[in-house]
């Protein structure tokens, strides 16, 4: 499975503005997308926000699977400093309300007269800037279908004694779960150039029919269950019209119509993860990463060593006599 990574420069312009005003902040509003509430959730961001308040917003709420979504809150609750609400821009009240729970994580600050600094973060396309608009009640940051819209900071008052930091959507350098990378790319997240339509439209598939055929099946008119991931795409690229010479089905066109249409919302509320999906692979990721840092370290001794017996052969290459009176001779 490929490893995608799409880290553009200004991004880590981001994490740096993020470190610098982070004394400043109050509170912490991360927007996590709630088909992919782990796969979504910035390591990096955890590590720059330290023991301070967290509001994980879970957006999207309204193509998610509604008893996997109780679950992601009742999951992201139980973190230290933490609370989780899911929002939807089709419902704005829910994204109005968010004002009150910071007040309610903040409770000491209603009577210091000064307003809470919270700053917006999360990945690209999560609807951090809808969210935003929303929120102030105007049309203040600029908002897309594609990541990597908003591209600097900027301060907003959204009114009831409470102030935004926006960001641009930040990615992490470094994916260490391809599962992950592979449903951030299927969600939007990832620009559709950093990625191969095909292999990300194959591991959506396999979710899927292993999931929830019975969408696959209703949407695609298809009658018989697939047998497996190939069948299944041959027979979606089959009912599109998705075919090459010789009748043979185009698996690159067939994944962008399952990609889109899975985007839009048309096969249903669906998730690509559990909170014991979660856990499974952390687990995994973490011992891959071990593995690889006990690879390089051995790496590292091996080549230190080699490099130790050749300056020693060099060495007494130099101290033969009879390499001295070759070199005597040569002078």
């Known amino acids: 499975m ?4 799409w880290f553009p420069g200004h991004m880590h312009k981001a994490r740096v503005q993020i470190q610098e005003a982070q004394p400043k902040i109050d509170l912490f509003i991360e927007l996590l997308d709630a088909r992919i509430p782990y796969s979504s959730e910035n390591p990096m961001l955890a590590e720059l926000r330290a023991n301070k308040p967290c ?36 419902n704005p009240s829910s994204i109005r309300r968010l004002r009150d729970v910071c007040h309610q994580m903040l409770p000491a600050r209603a009577d210091s007269g000064r307003p809470i600094i919270a ?28 990541p990597a819209v908003t591209k600097g900071q900027q301060r ?27 449903r951030l790319a299927a969600t939007g997240a990832i620009k559709d150039t950093a990625m191969d339509y095909a292999e990300v439209g194959f591991f959506l598939g396999k979710y899927l029919l292993q999931t929830f055929p019975d969408r696959l099946m209703e949407r695609y008119n298809i009658q018989q269950q697939p047998a497996d991931i190939i069948d ?11 075919l090459g010479r010789g009748g043979v089905v185009d698996w690159d066109k067939t994944s962008r119509i399952l990609l889109t249409e899975f985007r839009a919302g048309k096969l249903g509320l669906i998730t690509l993860e559990t909170p ?22 051995e790496n590292k001794t091996r080549r230190a060593n080699e490099f130790k017996k050749k300056k020693a052969r060099t060495r007494q290459s130099s101290s033969d006599p009879r390499n001295k009176k070759k070199r005597k001779r040569r002078t």
Do not use: F, H
Not at 2 to 5: K, M
Not at 65 to 72: C, E, G, T
Not at 232 to 242: E, W
């Open 2 to 5: 490929t490893q995608i990574q």
């Open 55 to 90: 509001l994980k917003v879970l957006s999207k709420s309204d193509l998610a699977d509604v008893s996997l979504l109780k679950r992601w809150q009742q999951y992201l609750d139980q973190q230290l400093n933490t609370r989780a609400k899911a929002v939807t821009t089709t």
């Open 119 to 146: 700053m917006i973060v999360g990945i690209p396309n999560v609807g951090k800037s809808t969210l935003i608009n929303i929120l102030a009640g105007r049309t203040i940051a600029k908002t897309g279908n594609e």
């Open 156 to 182: 907003i008052n959204i009114g009831d004694g409470v102030s935004l930091l926006d960001t641009p959507g930040v990615l992490w350098p470094n994916v260490e779960n391809p599962n992950s990378g592979m």
């Open 232 to 242: 299944l795409m041959d027979q979606i690229g089959k009912k599109r019209g998705c």
């Open 276 to 297: 014991e999906m979660m856990e499974q692979e952390k687990a995994e990721v973490e011992t891959a990463v071990k593995q690889k840092a006990a690879a390089k370290a």
